[in-house]
């Protein structure tokens, strides 16, 4: 869910989001390789990121991923799910 | 949906979506490695993880087994190439079958519509019959609203064409016939209803393809031409298609419009008479409606017809329909028999598949070694079982191709020999490609199986897997050995058994008067002077009447309960001189007086079972007021039943109203072939209308005692084979126990053990499962072989020579299985053997 809220705003190569989760988590997340990547290629087949050819940082040639429609409907799913179990936590953890 | 898609662009796709996925990974690493990270992992696992997202693992790891497999399998060729020998020999003679039942059964006939096609016949509770009255016929055609289109065929004898010696078969069928089939005239037209439909039409004929080569050498002239058939003029109007498809497997050489049988047998009455059951009836369903409703509405007019014209319908009569777009209609019978040879067939692929098993469970051990690597390595035991079925599916599938291939060269080979109907190829189609694969999978499973779990479980120490194999192995081969052996008896029996007449020097001539409307007072003087003709030739010895001539093509046959006694009763009506002409001996007793009322008598299998130990002279026979008595007693005389042994006849005296139905029994001093222009110059002379069938009765006993003969040929084969995979097998297993336990042997021998002993020693567990596996395939054999009676002429079903002979076969291979590796260990070079570790 991370990932897909990550190349929300723009397409990233694959070490860019990891950096980047880590970075907007003040350090609190990493994402192993072992992780994303198996992570990327199920995003792939279920057909939510696409990938694409471009040029990195270090004028190396690498693949972009970014949102698919179809992906924006599963992430809006998603956080909307997240929120709810949230919540209901909150509120158990507030009053129970 | 889409992921699908996905799925199978990426399987296609994925060298290259493969190194982008690496190149990705790695420039992930550069950039941890830039920012100090260095958390490698291990980088193959870690792909290996991606790649899994996208399913396609167990496709790689099938693969990787298939092509172990073949690296496995070419390694030992030896081993291949009996395997793949044995399961083609297993797996091809199902498939023989499987086709042939197939083509006969299950293919639609190449016409319009086969699957709306129905075969009409009459049934009763007590009767019946497959040929109807025309009457009928044109009956339930007007009335049946279920039935969009009826035809009708009428067999006749062979009619004469011209001026030739040799009779041609011939048809008669409703103009319809054609059309419906939706059959193309290869030249001209053929027979349909706008033109052939009145019987004051100009007559036509239509020839089929292969009688046009032969008698008229293919030449399309004959077109238009006018030939004479049993002297009347007829056009020849087309030709057949070479791959014509007929209806129920007839194949006639001509065809004539059903309206004009009067005109060729002069006389006849078949189209107006209700009581002349000859024509055989096709309908086809009306679009939509199924074959029941069909039956409903038939019996529903089989009653009215009944009120209508009682003499024509039995009672409780119904029209039963059979599918009819098929080569053969089934009988109920034939589903019988087709499935015993199923089950034979698929004896031969368990032998097989036996023999298979235990070839791969000896080399289990000798992989031992590598599998204990694999699993030390860390490989599941679920792994290396799953690796051993494709191993054994991989060999299946070689084998089934190797057998399919063998099934249809045999197919081919029979429908050549055979002179199937053109339109029959042995290419496999989709049915029997499914059987074939079918085959492979039961196969794999029944040779494979048990190993590979034995394998993986690495329990192969255990010797009773390999005794259980060799038990089914013999059990299997009993019967099928037994069977093979009961056959031959069977066959042997049936060719050299002497039927009780003297065929050898017999003509039959049959003049059909009844069909040319000759009344019985005609008759009487008709046959009066054709016999006395015949009499008066110098070849002819001498000349009798009866009404089911030898081999003839009418059987009558009854199973009757007299005095609690079952018997199988041959009536026939024939003349005083009968017996005299057809050299069957009067045992005692007397012919009859010409025309000697209730009189009978009875071959001599009959009086014996009917009273036993009695005189059989002047006992009473039938029920009713009047009952006949039993004025003599003939030698058994199986005129139509040539390998019954268990028929028993019983002639009575021709009387007045018998003459339109008799046939004329000539017995020729000399060769018969030279008396039938003479006849046939008689027979013209004297009433020129009529033209009688000759037939040579030698002729036809040879014909089927042929046919008898090929079939003691394929049973031999059938034996034959499953001799070798009995022998290859046990020969096989037997050799492997002994080359694994050579060095024991050696160091036995060494020590001062006869050698003999110690043989006897390393075979001993083969003992047991050797005689439970005859006990259960000799008990096996002599249960199922009721099944067989009614191919078992004259031979018991516990025939004792054929299951002495069948066991000691079996015991001979078995003996000389364990003898052959014997000598083998007998000659071991000691100390060599002993040194090699």
Known sequence: MLILRVLQTNSLHGYAIAQRIHLLSSEVLAVEEGLLYPTLQKMLLKGWVTAEWGISETNRKVRFYRLTPEGRAHLKAEVAGFDRVTQAIQEILRTA | MGELLRRTRYLFNRRRLDAELESDMEFHREMAARAGRNNFGNTLRMRERAQEAWGWTWLDRLVQDVRYGIRILARSPGFTAMAVLVLAIGIGVNVAAFSLFDMVALKPLPVR??????????????????????????????HAKTLSAAMAVLGVPPMQID???????????????????????????????????????????????GFWQRRFGGDPSVIGRVIHLSKKPVTIIGITPFDFASLGGQRPDIWMPMVQQPYFIEGSKVLTDWNDSSVRMWGKLAPGTPAKVA??????????????????????????????????????????????????????????????????????????????????????????FRQLCTESLLLATLGSVAGLAVGCAVIRIAISKLDGPKWLSATPDWRVLLFTVGMTVAASLFFGL?????????????????????????????????????????????????????????VSVDPQLGHHGYTPAASRAYLDQIQSRLQA?????????VKLPPLGHAVSRA??????????????????????????????????????????????????????????????????????TVVGVVGDAHINALSDDDATEQYWAAQQDDMPGMTVMVRAGGEPGSLSPTIKAISENLAPTVLPEIRQIKLLYHENVSQIEQVAGVVSLIGIVAVLLAGIGIIGLVAFTVSQRTKEIAIRIALGAKPAAVLSAVLRQFRWPVVVGLVVGAGSAAAASRLLRVALYGVSNLDPAGYAGAIGVLMAIVIIAALLPARRALRLDLARTLHYD
């Open chain 2, 450 to 506: 048990a190993p590979a779990l034995q394998i993986a479980r690495q329990r192969q120490q255990r010797t009773i897997a390999r005794q259980i194999l060799v038990g089914a192995q013999v059990a299997a081969s009993c019967v099928l050995l037994i069977v093979a052996a009961l056959l031959l008896r069977a066959t042997q029996h049936a060719l050299y058994t002497d039927p009780g007449f003297g065929y050898q020097q017999l």
């Open chain 2, 537 to 545: 030739l110098p070849g002819v010895t001498s000349v009798s009447l």
């Open chain 2, 113 to 142: 519509d086969p699957d709306l096609i129905l075969r009409l016949e009459r049934r009763s509770p007590n009767a019946y019959t497959s040929e109807m009255a025309y009457p009928s016929f044109a009956f339930y055609r007007d």
């Open chain 2, 559 to 628: 199973r009757r309960e007299i005095n609690g006694h079952a018997l199988l009763m041959y009536p026939n009506w024939v003349e005083p001189g009968f017996f005299k002409t057809m050299n069957i001996p009067l045992l005692t007793g007397r012919t009859f007086y010409p025309a000697e009322k209730n009189a009978v008598i009875v071959s001599e299998s009959m009086a014996r079972q009917q009273w036993p130990g009695k005189n059989p002279l002047d006992q009473k026979l039938g029920d009713g007021d009047t009952k006949d």
């Open chain 2, 295 to 384: 039956e409903q509405e038939l019996r529903a007019l089989t009653d009215q017809l009944r009120k209508q014209h009682p003499e024509a319908v039995w009672d409780q009569e119904y029209l039963q329909s059979s599918p009819g777009g098929h080569m053969q209609v089934m009988q109920p019978e034939m589903y019988q028999v087709a499935a015993m040879v199923g089950v034979l067939t698929l004896l031969i692929l368990a032998v097989a598949c036996a023999n298979l098993g235990g070839l791969m469970l000896a080399r289990a051990v000798t992989r031992s070694h590598e599998i204990g690597i694999r699993i030390a390595i860390g490989a599941g035991r679920a792994r290396i």
């Open chain 2, 163 to 209: 001026d030739d010696l040799q009779p041609t078969s011939a048809s008669f069928v409703t103009p319809n016939y054609f059309p419906e089939l939706g059959t193309q005239a290869a030249y001209g037209r053929l027979i349909d209803s706008a033109r052939d439909d009145s019987a004051t039409a100009p007559p036509t004929v239509v020839l089929s393809y």
